[in-house]
């Protein structure tokens, strides 16, 4: 299995990140032609690139369309991603697509990080003739990465001018990104943009970049399942937790239940925040990943104010205690 080796592979990305110079020195136009989208189904033996792909008279062109897109040093059948397509093929109740920007994530992480705004805008274009050929409405599309992907996804939200249904960022990045990064998701990306941090302050951000914006088990590692791997892969181990959390929650929508808190009491583990005492508590509690729907999060808006919040007004904070045997 290629897991460890991946997962030693993102270990190092911050030593890279931090060395290698960012400046542009040569045109990218050929690895950026061959970032492509490809649909799946249950019903067929293969993917088929976006553009190529015909509708069968038993494909519902009404259902949502769910658009992943992987991270770093990563492609289409890495095993960081692929659990969510399986999860949403199992389920079948949506159209799906899924991104590969591979020759431009499996360059240098300063190369792949500066291609970030140019990689989502094909991927962009890419989706707006498939849903313009295919007559899918804004309404009907959620864009979900992970890592360096999930910054991508809030770009590809962004060639939409924020009027896609929703954008979920899974563990975005951190190595390279500041909280004033122009190209970083945000809560501009989608009508509704989520987050979910599992590997805050070290591979992925501990920065709120959406409307809600989950810290499963504090946002850091190390996650369940990862406290015993060396310094290196317990980041890799713990970043990726929040594609399985997501996986999960397409077919066990109640599985993870987070609660509405300030970042004071998310750092501290304060039992208020945690879903055992929802019913006793006047937090708002909603299921966060495939499940959480945009009207269940907005009576937080305020309530995160009253609670002493430093967040801006457009963030909902929760955090949530995931089994330990995940």
């Known amino acids: 299995m290629d897991f460890v080796p991946r997962l030693v592979g993102v270990g190092f990305v911050l030593l890279f990140a931090l060395a290698v110079d960012t400046s542009a020195d040569s045109n990218y136009e050929k690895e950026l032609e061959s970032v492509k989208l490809y649909f799946y189904s249950p019903s067929m033996e293969h993917e088929q690139e976006a553009e190529l ?16 897109i992987h991270g770093w040093i990563s492609d289409r059948e890495n095993s960081s991603i692929t659990p969510i397509r399986e999860a949403y093929l199992a389920q079948d109740a949506h159209n799906l697509l899924v991104a590969d920007w591979s020759d431009i994530a499996y360059m240098p992480y300063s190369k792949s990080r500066e291609l970030v ?25 959620h864009v979900i990465g992970h890592s360096l992907g999930a910054h991508i996804a809030g770009n590809v939200g962004r060639f939409f001018d924020g009027k896609l249904a ?51 088990n504090s946002g ?63 937090r708002e509690c909603v299921p966060m990943g495939e499940a959480l729907q945009p009207r269940l999060v907005s009576r937080n808006r305020e309530e995160c104010r009253q609670v002493g919040s430093n967040l801006l007004c457009y963030n909902a904070c929760f955090i949530f205690q995931c089994p330990r045997n995940v």
């Open 53 to 68: 792909f015909e509708p069968t008279p038993t494909t519902d062109l009404r259902r949502q369309l769910k658009v992943l």
């Open 117 to 141: 705004l140019p990689a989502a805008n094909r991927i962009g274009d890419s989706l707006l003739r498939f849903m313009q050929r295919l007559g899918i409405d804004n309404s009907q599309v």
């Open 166 to 216: 929703r954008v979920t960022a899974l563990d975005p990045a951190k190595p390279r990104f500041s909280r004033e990064s122009k190209d970083a998701v945000g809560p501009d990306a989608a009508q509704f943009v989520d987050v979910i941090h599992t590997d805050g302050l070290t591979l992925g951000e501990d920065i709120e970049r959406g409307h809600a914006d989950f810290f499963a």
């Open 220 to 282: 850091i590692a190390p996650q369940p399942g990862c406290e015993t791997l060396d310094i290196v892969t317990l980041h890799g181990c713990s970043h990726f937790r929040s594609t399985a959390f997501f996986a999960e929650s397409i077919q066990l929508p109640n599985n993870f239940i987070g609660c509405a808190c300030t970042r004071e009491e998310i750092s501290k583990k304060y039992e208020i925040c945690l879903p055992d005492v929802r019913d006793a508590s006047l």
